[in-house]
């Protein structure tokens, strides 16, 4: 990682890009007002900024997505008024969104040339030429891939990856780069750093959106932060600190970003014996081989591990998801547990917060109402029939104390920013009245002042006596909130820290697989 | 979007009023209204007995489209509704022309039969995870096939074969002239004000029940309604089932009208119930759409079909004009991303 | 589990093939005990209209007095392409004569000259082939009889009136010549068609649209339908709003389970028969198989059914 010093960039102060007085509105809602942005050669800028700041917008003005908007972007010395994200990638503009966007089925050579394939004279393919440029590419950025494979076959570091290396080959000077890490493990986020190096050194310029604030700190030269659609200031990393950084972005303080934690233990309410969560077919080894583990009533149990490590599969083994497959011994609340399905875990009290809202954590098209009651629907609809008047006093009640930020009860929830969507997603498992949660990723996307709100949110329910299961890949979440954790490595329990014991540091080392820290 | 945003100027109610799917939809029927008043066919447009039987005529249609909107809710499809609408027809003339059932009893079989035809296509989709589009495909092959061999390939008639080879005329049963009466003053026929009833069934279903509640919910996403203990292979096998339902309800009311059976009856009705459905602007990619829209999706095709054939318009034209026509309905209800 | 799961189904899969080929490999087997000397193959364009589920009846009870004949019937299903695979399939099986009812001339015309240039007797039946490479067409003429009922009309109406005509698909053979016809039997009369359109031989549609007409025309004498379906579905738009009395209905085909049955039952006037040519077919066929010269055209004769002569079995129509 390259060293760059403070507030200006150390080479090249060119100017790429700079945006000014950009206002857009949404059928009359004004998302953006009066913003700035500025952008050197060979500088990573981040812009920060609460879910719903307007980060996204001004982006997708930038890339082309929106070519309706007032103000003026200058490239260089050119003032361009992008129609399409064709024409500002033809202009040296690539952007990396969070879903990737590859075509799954074909072929890693044949994604990155996507739409300007190389052709012979007779307008035949030439898939040999392509797949040689595809592996050079490549390799610049010290991958080895075979890249006539399905990109689908590879994990979502590598698809990340390829979409870094489409982008270099428009040979785009500017790229952006959309909460890149929030599906990366540890070591696929160095290597993502090690690739930005790079591409600073050879002068690109990288707009950078993240919601980590760690990761903010170690690759940001500069930071614009943007509140509501308002343009709040832009300062060098190393003179803006992180208190000052929090205060920009949610407009007050907040003390301290976690809350503080007591647990004094309480009965067992969750005992999970020899657990094994088989693999599809031809898997290596079992998704989850063999774990045991117990909670008790008021406890946080964290479950450490990077990506494949079988933490995410042992929730959703346990929960049904995967069917009657799993195998082992649980017992809730003291009687004996079998994995059937979701709705027979729902009825035992367990949830569920997936860590994929969009794949699988709420209906877009549903109303926030909706969605708030469709796992204890059968509460509100004695003999199927819905009382409405009942539903709707629920999810009044149940708006008000996650403090949702809509519209209205009935909007659909697909229209939320990802902290709502997140909060509605929590609503609809607090209406089932769980005694044990289960929460796979609760802050993945979600901005500071939510963040907090749900951690806040954990405590209460645990000091109402709940139990919380918690994956998170943000380590201070994990190591302020978690009071025991288990770190788990490819399916197997590698460690267990009490909340005392465990650092950064041990619970990495039992993540990549060294069994010697296992402590109890 | 941010509470704290105050709405701009342009934010006109009009401009709101607009992106309702209901008042789109309203337009495109208003559209085909306004061609009728212009071009009336010396004035015939004007009487009563116009509109009348334009409800009538697709009251049919309009049936079978509640029920492929509840498929399409779910996300699904039901190619099958114009074959099962076919061999109910034919087993409703067979049972109480030919066998002389007991007429509510043949209803009731007729009912089953369908509903039958559409929770088999229902329990291929959800056991067996068949795409919708291959198992109502092969249901319609199936259907049509079953229709064909129960009927011997022959209308079911009033006409009965004697062992002999001759033919014999018997009376209708009174049940087929009960369905193809009018009402209220001869001002509403009971196929019409059987549609509406089973608008108003659906409705009740979509808004008003659990189960309706989930057919949303799967059609939005079905692996988040799974998770959130959704039935998701009930709920499927159920809105195919209630498909097959109101098919075996259009087939009878198609019968009665035609006073017989004809195995081939409803040969591509599966088009224009879906023609239907898109038309009042439920989304074929399931999760969202009201019965209201389709009543009006309904009225749509049905004044189309009613003003083209006032002004006797020819085959050929007839079918560009509702080419376009739908282009032009599925246009106004396109959202802007 | 899941794997097993499409046991159960397969299994009654197999069953219900199984039942299904059993029965029609056992019709064959009765066929074949009373050991037929010559196969026929009957290729059929589509069963899927009534008229032509008759057509096969009545090759099979001509053929039923006959046991030295059996015949195997086809149907293309409305389908050129199949109904070609059919005819070259009977060549390959080496049939003794095949009675074709083609879907459509051109694509059919290749098939049928092949088979009838390897010897094997080819009688063509109700549509044409191109060309002559073919030995014998039966067909009735729809030209004439559309004529005919033009005839009958205009006599019918005492020389004027206002007519409904409703026409079967007007791409089709059938419908332009039942049209042109019908046009040529009114001709000299003041007999006017008020109202026409195209109601795809389907009664449904021409229930609409004679929907369309009533509320149009105050005041219509006669609905003349290119086929029994048609002309049923008018009579019952005109009972619906209470005019069916007012109106004189006349229909084609004269099934004997459709426009026979309604002529019985007084709701058409007149039905006027499109036969079938099946009996003909087989008693060619025979003539053909023993030898005998037979013409190279038969154009069959039809009967009107009228409310007045359908218990004496209509009225044969002058040639």
């Keep these: ?520 | 979007m941010n509470g704290q945003i105050s709405p701009g100027p342009e934010n006109s109610k009009l401009a709101r009023l607009f992106r309702s799917p209901t008042v789109r939809a309203l337009l495109s029927l208003l559209v085909v209204v306004l061609l009728g008043l212009v071009f009336n066919a010396e004035g015939a447009f004007f009487k009563w007995g116009t509109h009348r039987d334009m409800l009538r005529q697709v009251s049919v249609f309009g049936i079978l489209a509640c029920g492929m909107t509840l498929v399409i809710i779910t996300s699904g499809i039901d190619l099958s509704v114009g074959s099962v609408l076919g061999l109910t027809a034919v087993l409703f003339s067979l049972f109480s022309i030919h066998l002389g059932w007991w007429p509510w009893l043949t209803v009731v079989a007729c009912f089953a039969a369908g509903a039958a035809c559409g929770a088999a296509s229902g329990a291929l989709i959800a056991r067996f995870n068949i795409q919708p589009f291959i198992a109502t495909l092969a249901m319609m092959v199936f259907a049509r096939g079953l229709a064909k061999f129960v009927s011997g390939g022959q209308k079911i008639s009033t006409a009965v074969m004697q062992p002999d080879g001759t033919y014999q005329y018997v009376e209708v049963p009174r049940i087929f002239d009960l369905l193809n009466a009018r009402i209220l003053g001869e001002n509403l026929t009971v196929v019409t004000l059987i549609m509406l009833v089973c608008v108003a069934g659906c409705y009740l279903v979509l808004a008003k029940l659990r189960w309706g509640r989930y057919f949303y919910a799967v059609g939005g996403n079905e692996e988040a309604a799974r998770l959130s203990g959704v039935p998701v292979a009930a709920v499927k096998v159920l809105a195919y089932g209630l498909s097959g339902f109101f098919c075996a309800l259009a087939g009878i009311c198609q019968a009665a009208q035609e006073l017989q059976g004809d195995p081939e009856a409803g040969m591509a009705y599966e088009l224009t119930a879906i023609a239907i459905v898109v038309i009042g602007g439920t989304s074929l990619r399931g999760g969202r759409g009201t019965i209201w829209l389709t009543l009006l999706g309904t009225m749509t095709i049905g004044y189309l079909e009613k003003i083209l054939s006032i002004n006797a318009v020819g085959e050929a034209s007839r079918l560009m004009l509702t080419g376009m026509i739908i282009i032009v309905a599925v246009l106004f209800q396109k959202r802007e991303s | 589990m899941k794997k097993l799961a499409g046991l159960p189904a397969l299994a009654v899969l197999s069953a219900l093939s199984v039942a299904a080929l059993g029965c029609s490999s056992k019709e064959k087997a009765s066929q074949q005990e009373e050991g037929p000397r010559w196969t026929i193959g009957m290729s059929q364009c589509n069963l899927g209209e009534p008229w032509r589920v008759q057509m096969n009846a009545d090759i099979r009870k001509a053929a039923e007095a006959h046991p030295e004949l059996r015949v195997v019937f086809k149907d293309a299903q409305n389908d050129n392409l199949r109904q070609r695979s059919h005819v070259e399939e009977y060549v390959r099986t080496g049939v003794d004569l095949i009675i074709i009812s083609p879907k459509e001339a051109a694509p059919l015309t290749q098939p049928v000259a092949d088979a009838y240039g390897r010897g094997i007797p080819v009688i063509v039946l109700d549509r044409r082939v191109l060309g002559d490479r073919y030995t014998c067409f039966i067909g009735a003429d729809n030209k004439r009889i559309g004529r005919a009922a033009g005839r009958w009309i205009a006599e019918r109406l005492g020389g004027s009136g206002r007519v409904v005509e409703l026409k079967g698909l007007m791409t089709s053979t059938p419908g332009q010549d039942r049209h042109s016809g019908f046009v040529g039997g009114i001709r000299g009369s003041q007999v006017e068609v008020i109202f026409e359109a195209d109601m795809k031989w389907l009664e449904p549609n021409a229930r609409q649209e004679m929907e369309s007409a009533l509320a149009r025309f105050e005041d219509i004498d006669l609905v003349y339908a290119h086929n029994d379906p048609g002309a049923h579905g008018a009579y019952l738009a005109a009972k619906a709003a209470g005019r069916e009395q007012e109106i004189i209905f006349v229909g084609i085909d004269g099934l004997p389970q459709e426009g026979q049955i309604y002529v019985k039952q007084g709701l058409l006037e007149a039905s006027f028969e499109y036969p079938t040519g099946g009996k003909e077919a087989v008693e060619t066929a025979l003539e053909i198989l023993s030898g005998q010269e037979v013409p190279r055209e038969i154009t069959l004769s039809s009967r009107v059914f009228t409310t007045a002569n359908v218990e004496q079995g209509g009225e044969w129509l002058e040639q």
Excluded at chain 1, 80 to 109: D, T
Excluded at chain 1, 392 to 418: D, H, P, W, Y
């Design chain 1, 1 to 520: 990682m390259s060293q760059i010093g403070p507030g200006s960039p150390a080479r090249s102060p060119e100017r790429l890009l700079l945006m000014e007085d950009i206002v857009k509105s949404f059928s009359g809602v004004r998302v953006l007002d009066s913003v700035r942005f500025e952008l050197l050669a060979g500088e990573v800028h981040v812009l920060a900024g609460e879910n719903g700041a307007g980060k996204s917008t001004l982006i997708k003005i930038l890339s082309g997505a929106y070519s309706d908007y007032q103000g003026t972007i200058r490239l260089g010395e050119r003032t361009v008024n992008f129609r399409s994200p064709q024409e500002a990638l033809a202009n040296g503009i690539s952007v990396i969104y969070q879903e990737i966007s590859l075509v799954g089925p074909m072929s890693v050579a044949d994604n990155i040339f996507l739409g300007r394939e190389t052709v012979r004279a007779a307008g035949w393919l030439a898939p040999k030429v392509q797949q040689q440029e595809a592996r050079r590419l490549l390799e610049e950025l010290g991958l080895e891939v075979d890249v006539t494979r399905p990109v689908e076959e590879y994990p979502v570091s590598v698809q990340q990856m390829v979409e870094i290396v489409k982008a270099l080959s428009y040979d785009s000077q500017i790229i952006v780069m959309d909460e890149p890490t929030s599906s990366l493990t540890e070591p696929e986020v160095e290597r993502l750093f090690a690739i930005i190096g790079v591409l600073k050194q050879r002068g690109c310029g990288i707009i950078y959106i993240s919601h980590k604030m760690e990761e903010i700190y170690r690759i940001a030269d500069r930071i614009t932060v943007l509140r509501d659609g308002r343009y709040v200031g832009t300062r060098a990393a190393a003179e803006l600190p992180q208190a000052e950084l929090i205060r920009w972005m949610v407009g007050r303080e907040i003390s301290q970003q976690f809350p503080r934690r007591d647990f004094s233990g309480g009965p067992v309410i969750l005992k999970v014996e020899h657990l094994t969560v088989p693999g599809g077919k031809g898997a290596a080894h079992p998704l989850v081989d063999d774990v045991s583990f117990e909670v008790r009533a008021g406890e946080i149990l964290g479950l450490a591990g990077l990506q494949g490590s079988g933490n995410s599969d042992l929730l959703n083994g346990l929960f049904g998801t995967f069917g009657a497959t799993v195998r082992g011994s649980v017992s809730l609340e003291g009687r004996p547990f079998e994995v059937r399905s979701p709705a027979h875990s729902i009825d035992r009290s367990l949830a569920l917060l997936t860590n994929d809202r969009k794949a699988n954590g709420m209906v877009p098209q549903m109303s926030i109402s909706h969605n708030l009651t469709l796992a204890s629907l059968e509460k509100f609809s004695a003999l199927g029939w819905i009382e409405s008047a009942k539903e709707i006093q629920a999810g009044r009640n149940r708006m008000e104390s996650l403090r949702i930020k809509a519209a209205s009860l009935f909007q659909e929830v697909g229209t939320l920013s990802g902290g709502n969507q997140q909060k509605v997603i929590l609503g609809k498992w607090l209406e089932t009245g769980p005694r044990v949660l289960f929460l796979d990723e609760p802050t993945r996307g979600v901005d500071v002042a939510v963040k907090h709100e749900i951690y806040e949110l954990m405590n209460q329910w645990t000091a109402a006596g709940c139990a919380i299961l918690l994956i998170t890949s943000e380590m201070p979440e994990l190591l302020a909130m978690a009071d025991r954790i288990l770190v788990m490595y490819r399916g197997r329990v590698s460690a267990e820290l009490d909340r005392r014991q465990a650092t950064q540091e041990k619970i990495l080392q039992a993540a990549m697989g060294e069994t010697s820290v296992r402590q109890t």
